[in-house]
């Protein structure tokens, strides 16, 4: 590579010198720079989600009136929850009873509020918790959410 350099003429080593400046330079915008910038974009966008889902919660949970724990009663967690679902005008897409007694359930689209009552109705009437759940705003309107969760009866305490 020297020799090939030592036969250019100044001029023309000149031209190879800035011409891999500018090489260098591209590289380390593109490995270095870019990346960190992005980066910050990145976390400043996941910081505005955040918020905005702590918002949805907060609003709908303070729609939802205080849970007050009902004694647990009999019958179905499946009946329970599609029962309670239907008196709060939540649809629901998908209800399937599991073996050990538990209900995996998929409601929406429906406004949050509605969503958090049908959680508290079935905990408040009906000795119902929620297992797991995970509530999505939906892509089309940011105002409504769906929502997949699992049900199971409170267990009675000795």
Not at 41 to 63: D, N, P, W
Not at 136 to 158: G, I, K, M, T
Request: glycine share 6%; no cysteine.
């Amino acid at each position: 590579m020297t020799r090939l350099l030592q036969k250019l003429n100044p001029r023309e080593r000149l031209f190879v010198a800035v011409g891999g400046a500018a090489i260098a330079l591209m590289a380390a915008l593109q490995l270095v720079a870019l990346p960190l910038l992005n980066w910050r974009a990145r976390a400043i966008e996941r910081a505005a989600t955040a918020q905005e889902g702590y918002r949805l919660v907060s609003r709908s949970a303070a729609a939802v009136a205080p849970v007050r724990a009902a004694p647990p009663t009999s019958g179905p967690v499946r009946a329970a929850v599609a029962e309670t679902a239907a008196a709060l005008g939540v649809t629901l897409t998908f209800v399937n009873a599991r073996p050990d007694g538990s209900v995996d359930s998929q409601a929406g689209p429906v406004a949050p509020e509605l969503i958090y009552a049908l959680f508290a109705a079935l905990e408040a009437e009906h000795g119902i918790e929620i297992q797991s759940a995970d509530i999505v705003r939906v892509p089309d309107d940011p105002n409504l959410v769906q929502a997949q969760a699992v049900f199971a009866r409170r267990p009675e305490s000795s």
